[in-house]
């Protein structure tokens, strides 16, 4: 079993920047990025595969976001740039040791506890 942490999250304004951390206990070969706003679905956000030159973006959050990972500490990373209010939501980091899971649909076997994101305009 994987334990997936996330941290990084926070208040800031338009414009703004955040990086999320996701520290897994174990190795994955896939992980990705979720979200999850009030009253609305989770979200496929940012996925990518172990080697890191696989990565996948959602069409929402291209040329803003980056997703990067460091084997070496079992941690994945989202640099979020330019976060707009629309943005706000809670992010989830998932994991799986599959190597053909689809990007939004997964399945992901673990899944982190969320971090808040809140972009004020």
């Known amino acids: 079993q994987v334990q997936l942490v996330e941290s990084g999250g926070g208040l800031v304004q338009a414009g703004g920047s955040l990086r999320l951390s996701c520290a897994a206990s174990g190795r994955t070969f896939t992980s990705g990025w979720f979200r999850q706003a009030p009253g609305k679905e989770r979200e496929f956000v940012a996925g990518i595969r172990w080697s890191g030159g696989t990565i996948a973006y959602a069409e929402s959050v291209k040329g803003r976001f980056t997703i990067s990972r460091d084997n070496a500490k079992n941690t994945v990373y989202l640099q979020m740039n330019s976060l707009k209010p629309e943005d706000t939501a809670v992010y989830y980091c998932?994991?799986?040791?599959?190597?053909?899971?689809?990007?939004?649909?997964?399945?992901?076997?673990?899944w982190g506890q969320g971090t808040q994101v809140t972009v004020s305009s």
């Open positions: 998932a994991a799986t040791q599959r190597r053909t899971t689809n990007w939004a649909l997964g399945p992901y076997d673990y």
